[in-house]
């Protein structure tokens, strides 16, 4: 059984969202790792818990915990984060919109969270079948549970509202969702999920900035297995 756990990350102009894929021993596995790496850096700095959450807005922007360390050993310490990430068989799959382009094209928009949840199902349902297993999804908490549980419900009988339209046959169970700080699988998504908004939304951005991103994403880039973005 795979376990796929979604985060997002999103603008006015952007909405991007990530999955991060793996089996049951690999989730144990990065869990311990990640809080070992936690526990080990609650030493060092003393706004940060045992158990504090590794949320990508605040290690990277200073907020929350972080607020306190320069902008240096931040990064060295999500650099950490993603090598645990790495040195782990996690998946992540990335699936984004462009909200500007879309809102252009259609006078009623699809809401972005609902249809980049939906092409998110659909790459973790093909991701699951080339390797022969089944896969249950994991968001982080947002509103509305129950209308997104029968939105996938109904496509998993009806298909997907798409352009090669899907039943999602390697998607079991019910759609969960839990808080991300109980979550270091849902927190590894997060960090993915802002990095690469970051990179799409400022594209412009100061040449340090630039090169510390395109650091940080080599290390996890081998383990992209879909990055697409919708641009109507």
Not at 8 to 21: G, I, L, P, R
Not at 214 to 231: F, G, K, M, P, T
């Amino acid at each position: 059984m795979l376990r796929a756990f979604v985060d997002e990350s999103y603008c006015d102009e952007w909405f991007y969202m990530v999955a991060a894929v793996a089996d049951d021993e690999t989730c144990r596995s990065m869990t311990a790792a990640l809080n070992d790496l936690v526990a080990d850096l609650a030493f060092g700095f003393d706004d940060i818990e045992p158990g504090a959450e590794l949320h990508g807005y605040e290690i990277f922007q200073g907020a929350g915990p972080w607020g306190g360390v320069d902008l240096s050993t931040r990064l060295s310490v999500a650099g950490r984060v993603l090598q645990v990430v790495a040195e782990h068989d996690v998946a992540f799959i990335i699936r984004g919109i462009d909200r500007v382009a879309q809102a252009k094209k259609y006078n009623d928009a699809y809401e972005p969270y609902p249809l980049v949840l939906t092409h998110i199902f659909q790459e973790i349902d093909k991701h699951a079948g080339v390797i022969g297993e089944r896969a249950h999804v994991t968001c982080d908490e947002i509103h509305q549970h129950d209308r997104h549980r029968a939105m996938l419900d109904r496509q998993r009988m009806t298909g997907t509202p798409t352009y090669n339209p899907s039943k999602l046959q390697r998607i079991v169970d019910r759609l969960e969702f839990i808080s991300s700080d109980q979550s270091r699988m849902i927190q590894a998504a997060d960090i993915v999920a802002y990095l690469k908004h970051r990179a799409v939304s400022r594209p412009n951005a100061r040449r340090p900035e630039r090169r510390a991103r395109q650091r940080l994403w080599n290390i996890i880039d081998s383990q992209v297995a879909h990055d697409y973005c919708w641009e109507p």
